[in-house]
């Protein structure tokens, strides 16, 4: 009779009790791909693929807890809607409690805040499979696991608003590696032996940022777009604790049109699990300029253009490895949640007098719901 009243009063003080739903959203991105296979020493074929360009579910909550205080979370897993690969990997997770006044602190897996930095000017985030913006040849876009991460609050600032972003890594006494599962894991025992930070102030003419990673692992010496078995280029991709640090910029200098830069530099940090080819990487770099118009007449479309360029050097006598990319664009918007796009852009890998050329042209839908 007891448990029976106990039980019941418990179920009454739930049912009293309001807790603020989770929301749920997420985003289909779907595209079909011509990129043709053309190989140094063989024949060339004609490729078609349907590529999922970061499709993913989430969820996402904050609990009021008192005036200024609440208890946010959030998580992310990323599907393949090409059918593909194995669905649930791993994107964003966290906990955390969020102040008005003092910001918010997390824990769990995220992005590092100089990898939040290409999103406002990558303006090909994500197409074919990652493969046409600069993941695939520059450093520095990486999520970490076990990490701790603390956002400031917006400060208003001569109209913009100011803010700062600083991740701190644990690798919980193993060396850097990439969990398989949409993340790596940092070397180190200690909470910071791994880091990043990024500091942007966004104006309604103007943005700029400026980030910062220490010993974050990454990739170098990427192919991007590159879909061929037999290379003229004999150079492998390195997976690498980096350093690097990244400045973006994006003007609205009329209306409709933006115009985007990104520069950045990357220098392997000597960490327990990198590639061995890392030890021979002297300095890598790699820049970006991007524009986009929203027509006057017809604001449901956008054109746009990017060019990105990221060049590796080495330690010994062996030539700089330079990826080039030239995307060009169309997109149109039915309304906020469903985009119709398409595309066409032609990349070069080059080391010294070996070069692989790679043209493709694509149209996607997109649905954010």
């Known amino acids: ?103 918010t602190i997390k824990f769990g897996k995220h992005n590092t805040p100089l990898k939040e930095l290409s999103s406002p000017v990558d303006g090909f985030n994500n197409y074919i499979s990652n493969k046409a ?11 970490v696991n076990n990490v701790v991460v603390y956002d400031s609050p917006e ?58 990673d220490k010993a974050i692992p990454s990739d170098f010496l990427g192919d991007g777009l590159l879909n061929s078995k037999d290379r003229e280029t004999q150079v492998d991709e390195v997976f690498a604790a980096a350093n690097t640090v990244r400045l973006i910029g994006r003007l609205k200098p009329m209306q409709g049109l933006t115009l985007k830069a990104l520069f950045q530099n990357s220098k392997v940090a000597d ?46 006598n062996d030539a700089d490895y330079d990826a080039k990319q030239l995307m060009v664009g169309t997109d149109y918007a039915f309304n906020k949640q469903v985009k119709l796009y398409g595309y066409a852009g032609y990349s070069t890998f080059e080391q010294a007098n070996a070069k692989d050329k790679q043209p493709v042209v694509g149209s996607g839908l997109e649905f954010k719901f």
């Open 1 to 103: 009779m007891k448990m029976k009243i106990a039980l019941a009063t418990m179920l009454s003080i739930a049912t009293a009790s309001t807790f603020a739903a989770p929301k749920f959203y997420g985003e289909i991105d779907a595209s079909l791909d011509y990129l043709p296979e053309i190989n140094a020493n063989s024949a060339n074929h004609d490729v078609w693929k349907v590529n999922s360009n970061s499709s993913y579910l989430g969820i996402k909550g904050e609990e009021k807890l008192s005036e200024h205080l609440s208890a946010v979370y959030l998580a992310e897993w990323a599907f393949y809607a090409d059918g593909d690969k194995t669905d649930w990997s791993q994107r964003n997770r966290f906990i955390g409690l969020k102040d008005e006044r003092f910001g």
């Open 155 to 212: 400060f208003n600032l001569n109209g913009g608003n100011l803010e700062a972003t600083v991740l701190l890594a644990s690798g919980e006494s193993q060396g850097i590696k990439d969990d398989g599962h949409g993340g790596v894991n940092v070397a180190g025992r200690g909470l910071g032996d791994a880091w990043s930070a990024a500091v942007s102030y966004a104006h309604p003419l103007f943005l700029i940022g400026l980030g910062y």
């Open 271 to 316: 960490k327990q699990g990198n590639d061995q080819g890392a030890a021979n990487i002297d300095d890598s770099q790699g820049w970006l300029i991007g524009a986009e118009y929203k027509l006057a007449q017809h604001a449901k479309w956008t054109v746009k253009a990017q060019y990105s360029q990221n060049s590796t050097s080495f330690k010994n």
């Open 133 to 143: 913006d600069i993941t695939s040849i520059m450093a520095g876009e990486n999520r």
